[in-house]
């Protein structure tokens, strides 16, 4: 992860943001990531995702959009199970990502640790390589990074 930025641009902070959210106040953080859930938590955004599903296939869709996902589930069943969409399944996955509440599933597995303080700085070192421009709203601009609580 330490160089990704190098070879997909499109990711810009998001990894600083993944591993700075994870830090606890006291420092520490949990050693296993999970990874990035999704759920669509406004009934409308979800009425509009539904929308671009054949009606013969909405109801086993639903079910699926009620409670938390992943791209990949979803992109799974839709395959699996030929549902059928108005939009290719990338601008779907897209339509739900974007309108979805989201967060990092984290686990504290044998521990917590601190390694994340070390990690996060070389990431922003390497963003910061190829957006030096992005410093302030990185470091300053940007107030919606939070701490984990593992409670």
Same mark, same amino acid.
């Given at each position: 992860?330490?160089?990704?930025?190098?070879?997909?641009?499109?990711?810009?902070?998001? *990894?600083?943001?993944? $591993?700075?959210?994870?830090?606890?106040?006291? /420092? $520490? *953080?949990?050693?296993?990531?999970?990874?990035?859930?999704?759920?669509?938590?406004?009934?409308?955004?979800?009425?509009?995702?539904?929308? +671009?599903?054949?009606?013969?296939?909405?109801?086993?869709?639903? +079910?699926?959009?009620?409670?938390? $996902?992943?791209?990949?589930?979803?992109?799974?069943?839709?395959?699996?199970?030929?549902?059928?969409?108005?939009?290719?399944?990338?601008?779907?996955?897209?339509?739900?990502?974007?309108?979805?509440?989201?967060?990092?599933?984290?686990? $504290?597995?044998?521990?917590?640790?601190?390694?994340?303080?070390?990690?996060?700085?070389?990431?922003? +070192?390497?963003?910061?390589?190829?957006?030096?421009?992005?410093?302030?709203?990185?470091?300053?601009?940007?107030?919606?990074?939070?701490?984990?609580?593992? /409670?």
């Amino acid at each position: 992860r330490r160089c990704d930025n190098f070879f997909n641009a499109h990711l810009k902070a998001t *990894n600083i943001k993944t $591993f700075a959210c994870l830090l606890q106040p006291d /420092g $520490f *953080n949990p050693l296993i990531i999970k990874g990035t859930k999704y759920l669509l938590t406004d009934q409308a955004a979800k009425e509009l995702a539904l929308r +671009q599903v054949a009606a013969a296939d909405r109801a086993r869709l639903e +079910q699926l959009l009620g409670k938390p $996902f992943s791209p990949g589930a979803i992109a799974n069943l839709i395959t699996a199970e030929g549902i059928k969409l108005s939009t290719p399944l990338p601008d779907f996955l897209g339509l739900l990502i974007e309108k979805a509440h989201t967060w990092t599933e984290a686990d $504290f597995g044998e521990g917590y640790w601190i390694d994340h303080w070390t990690y996060l700085l070389d990431l922003i +070192q390497t963003y910061l390589a190829l957006y030096p421009e992005a410093l302030t709203q990185l470091l300053s601009t940007d107030q919606t990074y939070t701490f984990y609580d593992s /409670g």
